[in-house]
């Protein structure tokens, strides 16, 4: 599967890099969101047209509907022997709900597990709002989910998330933009919900940081506390990444990721490894 998802990656991005709207954060994440890997933004994914009419004046359904955008991910725990590869696709409609959909494949030693995202996202509040400088955006977002793998009695194959996240953008009173953004998710995902989902739900806190140095390029770091139930203990995951905005419709990023110790006997972890990914905005 590896050498599969690598030559998806290699093609994708020759395909789209000689094609030139809007590169750039949100990425999809790993579950198709708006977001950065793990986490969601507060921004909608995509770019909402602008207002436009057709040669009898009426509005054209361009104002409701903005340009969807896909995003691919693989990633490699060399250490608990995973390959994991996903592909997801986002939209946004008047401008301030987005509704995504990811797949994903997990390779395990034991098991190919297959996962199915549903996510909604309601822009709350625009950053800036009211002409306030320092404000925020503000977003509330839910997923469903569902997983294949084989679960053991009591634990679900699907359930619900639900998170609220703060997006900024600071460009004009640092040496270089900084992106900085934070939540709190609502779970019951046991392993994001690879493994499947709890009875009990956890509040959990998550947090991106990005710094822009050229106008192209993004170097960040991102923070997903693990959830825990009664029965299970999920790791704190991060990862660091570089994001290179190859024109106006590609992204391609590359990070390492930490999801903890899979030796551990206290909490579930699945090791480190590599990561790339692709994005592209139509």
């Known amino acids: 599967m590896k050498n599969m998802v690598v030559s998806s990656l290699v093609i994708l991005a020759s395909v789209f890099a000689n094609t030139v709207v809007k590169a750039g954060v949100p990425l999809n994440n790993l579950e198709g969101v708006g977001g950065v890997a793990f986490n969601p933004l507060a921004y909608p994914a995509g770019s909402s047209s602008e207002t436009s009419k057709d040669k009898q004046g009426k509005m054209?359904?361009?104002?409701?509907?903005?340009?969807?955008?896909?995003g691919t991910w693989y990633v490699n725990l060399s250490d608990s022997k995973i390959d994991w590869a996903t592909i997801g696709i986002a939209d946004t409609i008047f401008k301030r709900?987005?509704?995504?959909?990811?797949?994903?494949?997990?390779?395990?030693s034991f098991q190919d597990i297959q996962k199915h995202n549903f996510g909604a996202k309601l822009l709350v509040l625009e950053e800036s709002f009211n002409n306030w400088g320092f404000a925020p955006a503000v977003s509330v977002g839910t997923l469903y989910k569902h997983t294949s793998f084989d679960t053991p009695a009591g634990v679900d194959n699907s359930g619900f998330d639900f998170y609220i996240v703060a997006t900024k953008l600071i460009k004009k009173t640092l040496p270089k933009p900084v992106l900085l953004?934070?939540?709190?998710?609502?779970?019951?995902?046991?392993t994001l919900g690879v493994l499947g989902f709890d009875e009990h739900r956890d509040e959990v806190f998550f947090g991106n940081i990005d710094v822009l140095p050229l106008e192209n390029l993004a170097v960040g770091f991102e923070y997903r506390q693990g959830a825990k139930f009664s029965s299970w203990k999920d790791a704190n995951y991060w990862e660091a990444h570089v994001a290179w905005f190859v024109n106006k419709n590609l992204t391609l990023v590359a990070a390492?990721?930490?999801a903890g110790n899979e030796k551990s006997s206290s909490k579930v972890g699945?090791?480190?490894?590599?990561?790339?990914?692709?994005?592209?905005a139509f």
């Open 256 to 258: 390492y990721v930490n």
């Open 270 to 280: 699945l090791g480190d490894g590599i990561v790339l990914s692709i994005q592209y």
């Open 60 to 70: 054209s359904f361009d104002n409701f509907l903005g340009k969807p955008q896909i």
């Open 97 to 108: 709900v987005e509704l995504s959909y990811g797949y994903e494949i997990i390779s395990t």
């Open 181 to 190: 953004s934070g939540g709190v998710l609502s779970t019951k995902g046991r």
